[in-house]
């Protein structure tokens, strides 16, 4: 099986929810450990590549240019 391919900015689905009920994420950082932020609470991890290519459901689509501006 190829390695889940993954850059900054990417929005995933995880398989079981956080605890504040959100299922999606946003990568912020890569190497050996994939940092994730939550895209309902704003929380961050950092998980083990492996474990983060265990736990996706799917890529989501990039959020339009409007979207992440709306956020900040």
């Known amino acids: 099986m190829q390695p889940l391919q993954l850059e900054l900015r990417d929005r995933?689905?995880?398989r079981k929810?956080?605890?504040c009920g959100g299922y999606d994420w946003e990568?912020?950082?890569l190497g050996a450990d994939i940092g994730l932020r939550c895209e309902t609470c704003g929380r961050r991890v950092l998980l083990p590549r492996s474990e983060?290519?265990?736990?996706?459901?799917?890529?989501?689509?990039?959020?339009?240019?409007?979207?992440?501006?709306a956020e900040v």
């Open 27 to 29: 990568v912020v950082r």
């Open 12 to 14: 995933l689905r995880l």
């Open 52 to 69: 983060v290519e265990r736990r996706v459901k799917q890529k989501l689509p990039p959020l339009s240019q409007t979207d992440s501006n």
């Open 17 to 19: 929810p956080h605890p």
